[in-house]
């Protein structure tokens, strides 16, 4: 079973900052089955970027996903305020669906 | 507009079983992939369990893994999660989610939870 660590665990930034979230697989995922979401405090999670790097219907163009293999990055290029949220990824290889622990982006 | 209601938490006695149900609407059921999402209070969330849009194929996490049952009615657009010999750490909030395509393991689309009590 792949297991996803993302760091760090808390991001501290100010609005119209640029934020780099990082998540990293203990093995290969395959074909590059990764997502991230957002959840802001008593709400569901939203669906960001899914297959590494496509965004998700509605999503603004500020969010961005890259990488591959085991490496993998959300980039949200100038932070808005209703950006501050905690993000998870998440990969579906083997049709198993683990998320990683989370990162919460706080001012 | 997607639309997925939960129903069914409630306190349950440790060891106990307990049924949910989600009711999908304004999509075509049987086209989706569907899966139960669960986040223990102040945690992270976990996925608990899929299935694909006819129904044929089901996964599970460890921790559920025997426990847990999923499965779809298509006529009735409606997803169920049967949970038995519940333990204390399956307490949680457990969301239905829609995945991008009929055999997808994205959660594109969330309801709003229902909360799982297991108590002594």
């Known amino acids: 079973e792949i297991v996803l660590t993302q760091s760090p665990a808390t991001l501290s930034l100010s609005p119209g900052e640029r934020a780099t979230l990082s998540c990293r697989a203990s093995q290969s995922v395959s074909n590059n089955f990764l997502a991230w979401y957002q959840q802001k405090p008593g709400q569901a999670p939203r669906l960001l970027i899914y297959?590494?790097?496509y965004r998700a219907t509605g999503i603004p163009a500020r969010f961005s996903g890259s990488g591959s293999g085991t490496d993998f990055t959300l980039t949200i290029s100038s932070l808005e305020p209703e950006d501050f949220a905690v993000y998870y990824c998440?990969?579906?290889?083997?049709?198993?669906?683990?998320f990683g622990q989370g990162t919460k982006v706080e001012i | 507009e997607v639309q997925l209601l939960e129903s069914g938490g409630a306190l349950v006695q440790l060891g106990g079983p307990l049924s949910l149900s989600c009711a999908a609407s304004g999509f075509t059921f049987s086209n989706y992939a569907m899966s139960w999402v669960r986040q223990a209070p102040g945690k992270g969330l976990e996925w608990v369990s899929g299935?694909?849009?006819?129904?044929?194929?089901?996964n599970y996490a460890d921790p559920v893994k025997g426990r847990f049952t999923i499965s779809r009615d298509n006529s009735k657009n409606t997803l169920y999660l049967q949970m038995s010999s519940l333990r204390a750490e399956d307490t949680a909030v457990y969301y239905c989610?829609?995945?991008?395509?009929?055999?997808?393991?994205?959660?594109?689309?969330w309801g709003q939870g229902t909360l799982v009590t297991v108590s002594s």
């Open positions: 297959d590494a790097s």
């Open positions: 998440q990969q579906r290889s083997d049709w198993l669906g683990t």
């Open positions: 989610t829609r995945g991008r395509h009929i055999s997808s393991l994205y959660f594109e689309y």
């Open positions: 299935i694909v849009g006819s129904g044929g194929t089901t």
